[in-house]
């Protein structure tokens, strides 16, 4: 297991939310939401009535684990399963199972920033899958993305689930799609999903639960900062909020102050001032369609081959390859 790219991780924490704090509008990424507490709630949020999402995906892996997998390749040709972003890896491990069941030959690569979920997941499967051959890595998709030209010289089938890719806007999507092309050779493929536009309510409502645990999970980031940057954000003077735009089907999370407050972050040695009503943006989900998906691909260098979706068609999962 990899550690080095966890030092990394925590500089750029500390420029990062100097940066974001600093500018107009403030913002903080989500990629900060994943410490010990934020892994937990998420897996708390997954299980949530609202968050549709993993539902969703987990049902098109267990009604299409076969047609997956073939589309993958044949059993003999062997790969590495590299998964960006992996958490708690709940839903790959129904692939696992069926690669496992049909012989395939095969190693498991979780990435991830979250140095905890790294850990239990490969502890986890250690128990749950022995057999299968595991290297979790932790660090920065970009970081990592990099190293993996070099990682092995076997065909690579890059999976990136849970809808991450929509914590990035278009142009960054892209910018990510990009990298990935870069690093893939003529056979790889990239399994990727993408939840899709849908009733703007149903949207809202997994983002903003009524048992408060998304507002729990958005506030933790600042209680992050307080631990590891010596800050005294005062949580209950900040409330979550959700807003989606039908129009160009992205959501976005804020933590919005709700007064005017000076909050210290003392090993920054910053002062950060805050109007009454000011936002801090922390997360973008974005929605798409097959057009969009389809664009997103082709300003890539990429092509979709296939793709799964649930029975109400609310979530997709695309095969992706090279432009021949
Ligand atoms: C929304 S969760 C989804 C987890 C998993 N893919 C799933 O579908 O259940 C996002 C995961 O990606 C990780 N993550 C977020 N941004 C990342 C980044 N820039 N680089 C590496 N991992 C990242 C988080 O730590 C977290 O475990």
Redesign the pocket.
């Known amino acids: 297991m990899n550690s080095k790219n966890q030092k990394v991780g925590i500089s750029n924490f500390e420029k990062e939310v100097c940066e974001g704090l600093t500018a107009f509008p403030k913002y903080i990424s989500s990629?900060f939401f994943?410490d010990k507490t934020g892994?937990a709630l998420?897996q708390k949020i997954?299980a949530l009535p609202e968050y549709y999402l993993?539902n969703a995906e987990f049902e098109i892996f267990t009604k299409h684990a076969s047609g997956i997998i073939s589309s993958f390749g044949s059993s003999e040709e062997g790969f590495d399963l590299i998964e960006?972003?992996?958490?708690?890896g709940?839903?790959t491990k129904v692939l696992l199972q069926e690669l496992e069941n049909r012989n395939y030959d095969f190693s498991y690569m979780p990435?991830?920033?979250?140095k905890n979920?790294i850990n239990n997941l490969v502890e986890n499967l250690s128990v749950e899958m022995p057999t299968v051959h595991v290297e979790g890595h932790i660090g920065?998709?970009f970081e990592i993305l990099d190293r993996l030209k070099h990682i092995s010289e076997r065909k690579k089938v890059v999976m990136v689930?849970?809808s991450?890719i929509g914590?990035l806007l278009h142009p960054k999507a892209i910018q990510f799609l990009k990298e990935l092309n870069n690093i893939m050779n003529a056979d790889d493929l990239v399994f990727i999903g993408f939840d899709q536009k849908k009733d703007p309510q149903k949207i809202l409502d997994a983002y903003n639960d009524k048992s408060g645990i998304t507002a729990a999970f958005n506030k933790n980031v600042l209680t992050r900062i307080n631990r590891e940057l010596s800050a005294n954000f005062n949580l209950d003077k900040f409330i979550h909020w959700e807003a989606y735009d039908p129009e160009n089907g992205t959501a976005k999370s804020y933590l919005v102050s709700t007064e005017k407050q000076i909050v210290d972050i003392d090993l920054l040695s910053l002062e950060v001032h805050f109007e009454a009503w000011e936002s801090i943006h922390t997360e973008i989900s974005q929605k798409y369609d097959d057009d969009i998906v389809t664009w997103l691909t082709k300003e890539s260098g990429l092509e979709v081959i296939c793709s799964f979706a649930d029975e109400n068609k609310e979530y997709k999962n695309y095969v992706i390859q090279k432009t021949n």
């Not at 960006?84 to 708690?88: E, R």
């Not at 990435?111 to 979250?114: L, T």
């Open positions: 990629k994943y892994d998420f997954m993993t960006l972003g992996a958490g708690d709940k839903k990435i991830d920033i979250s979920a920065e998709y689930l849970g991450n914590n």
